[in-house]
């Protein structure tokens, strides 16, 4: 299916790298409103990463094409991944419902810890179609969000403001254009022109 799992396994990279660090937490995906601690919701405590967010990257575009040469000897054109930022809203929620604050708190910062020392998602904890990815995954963290009201995100989702983090993880997803095939090279011509001296007969150099 190739590209068209590629959220899917970009969630489940995020979930390996973290379940990797921090023991004992459930991490999810879904959104962190009012009815996030039903019965239907991850077992608690849990660090949740809300996809909130999904635009281009320019400053990493990229315009060259790759040629990948195939078991024939032919040569495969393929156009260059469009680069895109998925930004994810990171909370965490704790089983202590009277007060949950500080076990939230020391969950960020466990997952803080865990988002700062992996500058780009490791190789190893790659899912799926980011295997092949053609440039390394680069993250950010703890910068400002592209929510334009924080407090209006909250009023929507019907729930009591929570600290957050800002993360976001740059992709890279290939056009859904034709590729081009060359067909390899089996012959070589070389052609020699004879040069003519005047007064002289007819040679090469």
């Known amino acids: 299916m190739g590209d068209q799992t590629i959220i899917k396994d970009l969630d489940s990279s995020l979930k390996l790298m973290l379940e990797k660090e ?12 009012d009815k996030f601690l039903s019965t239907n919701q991850p077992s608690l405590p849990a660090i949740d990463l809300f996809l909130y967010d999904i635009r281009e990257n320019r400053d990493r575009r990229y315009n060259e094409y790759t040629m990948e ?9 393929r156009p260059p991944s469009v680069r895109i930022n998925c930004s994810y809203l990171v909370t965490a929620w704790s089983k202590n419902t ?10 960020l910062g466990r997952t803080m810890a865990v988002l700062v020392s992996n500058p780009k998602i490791p190789d190893d904890v790659l899912q799926g179609c980011l295997v092949d990815q053609e440039f390394p995954l680069p993250a950010i963290s703890l910068q400002p969000s592209n929510l334009h009201s924080p407090s209006e995100f909250w009023q929507a989702m019907k729930g009591t403001p929570k600290a957050t983090l800002h993360y976001t993880v740059t992709i ?5 254009v ?14 020699i022109k004879q040069l003519h001296r005047e007064g002289g007969n007819s040679g090469g150099y």
């Open 69 to 77: 040469r195939q078991p024939d000897g032919s040569i495969i054109k």
């Open 178 to 191: 034709n590729e081009v095939k060359a067909k390899p090279v089996t012959e070589k011509t070389i052609k």
């Open 98 to 107: 009277n007060n949950p604050i500080e076990d939230e708190h020391y969950l």
């Open 172 to 176: 890279g997803v290939r056009p859904s």
């Open 22 to 33: 921090i023991k004992d937490v459930s991490i999810s995906f879904v959104t962190p409103d």
